[in-house]
């Protein structure tokens, strides 16, 4: 379907947020009486999905050292956990077990879980940890593992089932969402408000207010909203770090390995919850060769046709080809190994699991800021950006306090994340996990 040549909300780039906030904004509009779904259009270059949220590993959590996070990852959950059908979520929870020098960050964590009424359990000591998991995992068996948060809520969706699900949402809210409409350029008067966008299906007359939520994409639309690619950096102890990229690509490392999923459940038969693990215990692959003795982390999670995850992300720089996506710039030729290897170590289940290691659609390029953190804000008077430094498939919650914004209101959630930060020094705080995303 050819877009409009005009629409008083255009929202490019139909991934979770993109199509989250059209979505709750069409909710806002027929609410507040103020329209409807009509009002509101996505475009996407490719389809639904096609970006970053298509290929997420999809777990959802709220393990955030930062209060911010943490309190945004809350309304976030709240969203998940309000319709987990059309979401395709599975509200297995989540483990975040660590060794010594993570301890002060969980307990943190956690202390903000109780005031914040987010529903988790904190394990400290050694044997305790080790007893809780082989409650639920009885050949539990990683070494080197002090600490243990238990999210009762949180665990992980389908990715594309997800996308889907939204796109069912707006369809039904009257947003029509354009596929193969790719945005090249925006038109602005002289006070920066974007009046048009210029696109390969013609141009789109922007009547109140564009929403971009790019993705990967990010630097391309801050190139084209003319921001500046390297910035100062206030820290919150006053000092001043010039030139820093405000982009970085990072490349997440991702695998699966095919077994019957039913192999991975609790001792009780039961769905597993997502399990992170971090230690400084060595690492050694099945036939007893040393990967690594300096502390190292995965991520897995049951899926529909094998287990799923990953591990530390590589850095790939501040340029990277990122069509067609996802490219598979950067990955380590011993992930693989690693990953399999760290399986292994957890639970005696997955011994000699190297073997059925699958080279499947896992794994992409990130695009982070220059803190690591989002920015979501207005960066120019009618165009709001979503951009989340690849934190955010779980923040679908995000799009439904964007739709406030544009309607009006002020979002206490959102506002931590303005670009004026760096500015400021209200930066937030950094724990001590070896993920540029926690
Ligand atoms: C391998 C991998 C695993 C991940 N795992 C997790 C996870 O387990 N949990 C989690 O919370 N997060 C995860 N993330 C991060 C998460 O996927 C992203 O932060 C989130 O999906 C970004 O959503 P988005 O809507 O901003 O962007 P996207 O989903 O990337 O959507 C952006 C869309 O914009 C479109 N677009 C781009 N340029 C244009 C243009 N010029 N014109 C029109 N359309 C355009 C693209 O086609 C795309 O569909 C992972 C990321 C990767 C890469």
Redesign the pocket.
């Known amino acids: 379907m050819t877009p409009p040549s005009r629409s008083p909300y255009v929202v490019?780039?139909?991934?979770?947020?993109?199509?989250s906030t059209a979505y709750h904004l069409a909710k806002e509009l027929r609410t507040r009486g103020l329209g409807s779904g009509s009002d509101v259009i996505v475009?996407?270059?490719?389809?639904?999905?096609?970006?970053?949220?298509?290929?997420?590993?999809?777990?959802?959590r709220n393990n955030y050292f930062q209060p911010a996070m943490s309190e945004l990852m809350q309304a976030c959950v709240e969203v998940w956990e309000s319709d987990p059908a059309a979401y395709h979520y599975n509200p297995v929870g989540y483990m975040a077990l660590g060794a010594g020098v993570q301890e002060s960050d969980l307990m943190a964590v956690h202390e903000r879980h109780e005031r914040i009424g987010y529903r988790s359990e904190l394990i400290l000591g050694e044997a305790a940890v080790d007893a809780h998991m082989k409650r639920l995992f009885p050949d539990w068996r990683a070494k080197g593992v002090t600490v243990l948060l238990h999210e009762h809520q949180g665990g992980?969706a389908f990715n594309m089932d997800s996308?889907l699900g939204l796109v069912g949402k707006c369809v039904s809210e009257g947003v029509t969402v354009h596929s193969g409409?790719?945005?090249?350029a925006f038109e602005s008067a002289a006070d920066g408000t974007v009046t048009a966008v210029d696109?390969s299906a013609g141009r789109i007359e922007v009547g109140e207010q564009l929403v971009v939520?790019?993705?990967?994409?990010a630097k391309?639309?801050w190139g084209m909203l003319g921001l500046p690619m390297r910035i100062d950096i206030r820290t919150p102890a006053g000092d001043v770090v010039k030139d820093r990229p405000m982009w970085t690509y990072w490349n997440?490392q991702?695998g699966e390995i095919k077994v019957d999923p039913t192999m991975f459940a609790t001792a009780d038969g039961g769905a597993p919850p997502v399990i992170h693990l971090d230690t400084d215990a060595p690492l050694y692959t099945d036939d007893g060769k040393l990967v690594t003795d300096e502390l190292w982390g995965i991520y897995y999670k049951r899926d529909r046709n094998g287990v799923q995850g990953?591990a530390s992300p590589l850095t790939v720089g501040d340029d990277v080809e990122l069509d067609p996506?996802?490219q598979t710039t950067n990955v380590d030729p011993d992930f693989a190994d690693m990953w399999c290897a760290a399986l292994s170590h957890s639970m005696s289940r997955f011994e000699g699991c190297r073997a059925l290691y699958e080279n499947a659609r896992?794994?992409?390029?990130?695009a982070f800021t220059a803190d690591n953190f989002p920015v979501f804000d207005y960066l120019r008077p009618n165009v709001y950006a979503?951009?989340?430094?690849?934190?955010?498939?779980?923040?679908i919650g995000v799009g439904r306090e964007v739709a406030k914004v544009l309607v009006g209101e002020h979002s206490a959630l959102l506002y931590p994340f303005r670009f004026e930060r760096f500015e400021t020094g209200d930066l937030h705080p950094v724990s001590h996990s070896p993920y540029p995303w926690s």
């Open positions: 490019v780039g139909a991934g979770i947020h993109g199509l475009l996407d270059k490719t389809a639904p999905g096609a970006g970053a949220s298509g290929i997420a590993c999809g777990v959802v992980f996308v409409v790719e945005v090249h696109t939520a790019p993705g990967p994409w391309h639309f997440l991702e990953g996506y996802p896992s794994g992409g390029v990130g979503v951009l989340d430094s690849n934190h955010g498939y779980k923040m």
